[in-house]
Nanobody
């Protein structure tokens, strides 16, 4: 089992920045990919960004490319999502997820509890 704990959400004005963090514990060796998803009210959960633990390769949704950056610290089993130039449409609950491989569908094995990000116009 892998436990994921997110932090860093909050309320920010459009154009501002937030940094989300996700701390993993437990059998982290069973996973090689960490990702961030988000879900806005009435919408499906969507992929935001992902990273592979071993090579550090990253993948982003088109809607966040150039604004969001995902990174990781293997020694701390922690990933971060730096979000810049935030827009009201970025408002959602953001979830951290872990899986053996990097995929962009919400079929990850392990999920965090989610953290709310609200961007005001």
């Amino acid at each position: 089992q892998v436990r994921l704990v997110e932090s860093g959400g909050g309320l920010v004005q459009a154009g501002g920045s937030l940094r989300l963090s996700c701390a993993a514990s437990g059998r982290t060796a069973s996973t090689n990919a960490m990702a961030w998803f988000r879900q806005a009210p009435g919408k499906e959960r969507e992929f935001v960004a992902g990273i592979r633990w071993n090579y550090g390769s990253t993948y982003y949704a088109d809607s966040v490319k150039g604004r969001f950056t995902i990174s990781r610290d293997n020694a701390k089993n922690t990933t971060w999502l730096q979000m810049n130039s935030l827009k009201p449409e970025d408002t959602a609950v953001y979830y951290c997820a872990a899986h053996p491989v990097l995929i962009t569908t919400p079929k990850y094995t392990f999920w965090g509890q989610g953290t709310q990000v609200t961007v005001s116009s």
